[in-house]
């Protein structure tokens, strides 16, 4: 029996992002339930009880779809954590696709998730990417407004450095529990910034130092979008660096007796700023894949993790 597990548990998230049939507005059908459905049940037989939405998502689909799927499931719902996230406007016709915190919009934004959602509370609401124009106070009234209805239980962000989270924080009665980030073996920004400090290679990091530092000594779990980095150490080789990555990730799992999926995704978890994995593959034979890495500590040694990340990298560390 699957139980419902704390919004920030420190092991996987489901991403739902592929659920609910095309990228643009035509209705979802049946079959598209149906896919839904599988995949759900494979993350929960995965041991995965929390599932990552977006109201961007296949145009809003994906999350209406996920609401059939607990319409047809009696008392699933008690049993999971919903988290969703709102600020990104996709584009519509000739208007470009924007960022949009306002307070208002934010409200809105939730309203339409929940109904889509089918559910009266959101367990955890996300900032999807930072908008230049919010007020901080604006936000965080909004935030505050949907904590004291019973809408929304907890609060984080997405995409977001140190020095963007911090404002909000500071004017928020409730703690921001979540901060969702690009990390894999892959798109390791995130890891590089902290050792290419007083290198040449800092200048063109980009990632926002103390970022991770940030978050681990305040109780925000980082959740790492594109976790299984789109197959390319898994299927889908496009060089020979992510060849020779892939060759060492699938030595690692047969000594392991593991998948090369929970490879990966102790890599990630294996460092110790709280980092949860989301997985975001529909096939719910990858999505089974990943269930040791869901049920198990990570097992990889000191320079086991530190051969993968060297492989990935394919230079020397400074």
Partial sequence: MTTKTDATDGRLLYGCMGLGGTWDTAPYGAGDIAAAEAAVEAALESGITR???ADIYRHGKAEAVFGEVLARAPGLR???VVQTKCGIRL????????????????????EES??????????????????????????AEALTSLHRQGLVRQFGVSNMGAAQIAPLRARLDVPLVANQLEMSLQKRDWLEAGVVVNTPEAAVNGFPFGTLEYCRDNGIELQAWGALAQGRFTGRQETP???????????????????PETVLLWWLRRHPARISPVIGTANPERIRACRQA????????????YALWLAARGVPLP
């Avoid at 660096?241 to 998948?259: C, P």
């Fill in 51 to 53: 599932f990552d939405h």
């Fill in 78 to 80: 008690e049993r999971i």
């Fill in 91 to 110: 584009a519509d016709g000739e208007r470009p696709g924007i960022y949009d915190l306002r307070g208002p919009s934010i409200v809105r934004r939730v």
């Fill in 114 to 139: 929940l109904a889509r959602l089918r559910t009266d509370v959101i367990d955890v609401l996300l900032l999807h990417r930072p908008d230049p124009l919010a007020d901080p106070d604006e936000v």
């Fill in 241 to 259: 660096q992510e060849q020779a990555t892939a060759r060492l990730v699938a030595s690692l799992a047969e000594r392991k007796g593991v998948t």
């Fill in 294 to 305: 869901a049920e198990q500590e990570p097992d990889l040694g000191h320079e086991e993790w």
